[in-house]
């Protein structure tokens, strides 16, 4: 009995000297959770350096914009090659293009010999293919052979005086003609005969046609009634007359 009250007092006595067991923290000192996470910044600081850099992009697509105006002009252009003259004009405006060109014409060489030879002091001149309507004089009234196909005109200048000659296509010469704008020039024989026969009609115009050995005055002349137009030799003497209108 004696030991067991001994063996139990020393149980007590040894669970008294160890007493209870404790964990004391300061909540000053406390680390962090390892399982806490501190907010993460570097996602907004990425959020918002990407809209900056879309913002910026944008800014720089705007004022990157560029409009460019292209104006082109073409000038009138003029050739010449040989005996063949052409002209043409190009315009260009508003998009739309608006184009002018003549007709260019070769001129055979004997008709160009020949021209020369009778004319080696024209000046200005142009070819072109006979139009009816497009002649200075009253063609049948000269009494010259009806123009064929393929005959050639040349328009031109002598001593400032605007001339005429036509050519068929074989060369040969058909006749010329030249507009005469001071009637005091006229053959003597030619302006008596307006006088007398013509006293109460005004010139209003006069052509001197060549046809080989030949040279008349294409004479037109109006008053109050209408027009008339003559065509006399050079000693005044009427070969043709004709009733323009009443």
């Known amino acids: ?7 139990l007092a020393a149980g007590v006595a040894a669970l008294a000297s160890c007493g209870p067991s404790y964990r004391v923290t300061d909540p000053n000192t406390q680390s962090p959770n390892s399982n806490s996470t501190m ?3 570097s996602g907004s600081m990425n959020n918002h350096d990407s809209s900056s850099s879309m913002n910026n992009m944008s800014n720089q697509s705007n004022s990157s914009q560029t409009t460019t105006t292209t104006t082109t002009t073409t000038s ?8 063949t003259t052409t002209s043409g004009n190009t315009t260009s405006s508003s998009g739309n293009v608006t184009t002018q060109t003549t007709t260019s014409v070769t001129v055979p060489s004997s008709i160009s010999t020949s021209f020369s030879s009778q004319y080696p002091n024209a ?24 123009p064929e196909n393929g005959t050639y005109v040349a328009n031109f200048n002598v001593d400032q005086y605007p001339y005429y000659a036509w050519y068929d ?14 009637y005091k020039t006229l053959p003597a ?13 005004t010139v209003t115009s006069v052509n001197k ?7 008349a005055y294409e004479i037109e002349m109006k008053n109050k009634d209408g027009k008339v137009k003559v065509l006399a030799d050079e000693n005044g003497n009427v070969i043709k007359q004709k009733v323009v209108n009443k």
């Open 39 to 41: 907010p993460d910044s």
């Open 76 to 83: 009138p252009t003029t050739s010449t090659s040989g005996n």
């Open 209 to 215: 046609e060549t046809q080989k050995d030949k040279t």
């Open 1 to 7: 009995m004696k030991l067991k009250l001994a063996i």
């Open 169 to 182: 296509a074989n060369g040969v010469w058909i006749g010329s003609s030249s507009a005469i704008s001071d």
């Open 189 to 201: 024989p030619v302006s008596k005969m307006i006088t007398d026969k013509f006293s109460d009609y």
């Open 123 to 146: 000046s200005g001149t142009t070819w072109s293919n006979y139009d009816a309507n497009k002649v200075p004089i009253d063609w049948e009234l000269s009494g010259w052979p009806a």
